[in-house]
T-cell receptor, first 118, second 114 residues
């Protein structure tokens, strides 16, 4: 089956620094990837849709200058949290859609990255 | 706009008992519907999906769900709960068109009592 990886799985950083999270599709090419954040005991909230070769589409209320998304290739999207603050601490999950899956909407999820900002 | 509502943030069942997790959807077009499971500190794993074919969908680990248009429901069931089923379950809806953005429900935490 389709596999999506994320790196790192856990990261602790100091307030004011930037952190980059990678999302890779390992056995398929993903023209579209999605970034979600999940607060404790809550559901996933879509942050942005990442499209290979073009600018990401951000959801309402998500600061695009703070959460920089780069979809540099068909297998890699990165999320950079700039000038991180403690309130950015969360579980970040990416997903990727396999365009060869017949357009059935299924997304494959990465294992998530736990970000803690101290 | 599309949305899903999961009734019950916590459900407890005894091991071997029926599992029923409720999900109702709202969509202006025929939706695609999904159930995902999440174990602590992990990503989401697809259990099953409905994409306008058979209304009764069978998934992994013995789970199944039935799409009922008249009730706008897509409840998840399993005849006999196992301890390993304890996890968080998310119902999700997608519009077949466009970017196929997926909207998740608030989740139901399933506890299985030995």
């Amino acid at each position: 089956g389709a596999v999506v990886s994320q790196h790192p799985s856990r990261v602790i950083c100091k307030s004011g620094t930037s952190v980059k999270i990678e999302c890779r599709s390992l056995d398929f090419q993903a023209t579209t990837m999605f970034w979600y954040r999940q607060f404790p005991k809550q559901s996933l909230m879509l942050m942005a849709t990442s499209n290979e070769g073009s600018k990401a589409t951000y959801e309402q209320g998500v600061e695009k200058d703070k959460f920089l998304i780069n979809h540099a290739s068909l297998t890699l999207s990165t999320l950079t949290v700039t000038s991180a603050h403690p309130e950015d601490s969360s579980f970040y999950i990416c997903s990727a859609r396999d365009p060869l899956a017949g357009g059935q909407g299924e997304q494959y999820f990465g294992p998530g990255t736990r970000l803690t900002v101290t | 706009a599309q949305s899903v509502t999961q009734l019950g943030s916590h459900v407890s069942v005894s091991e071997g008992a029926l599992v029923l997790l409720r999900c109702n959807y709202s969509s202006s077009v025929p939706p695609y519907l999904f159930w995902y499971v999440q174990y602590p500190n992990q990503g989401l794993q697809l259990l099953l999906k409905y994409t306008s074919a058979a209304t009764l969908v069978k998934g992994i680990n013995g789970f199944e769900a039935e799409f009922k248009k008249s009730e706008t429901s897509f409840h998840l069931t399993k005849p006999s709960a196992h301890m390993s089923d304890a996890a968080e379950y998310f119902c999700a809806v997608s519009d077949p068109g466009g970017y196929q953005k997926v909207t998740f429900g608030t989740g139901t935490k399933l506890q299985v009592i030995p």
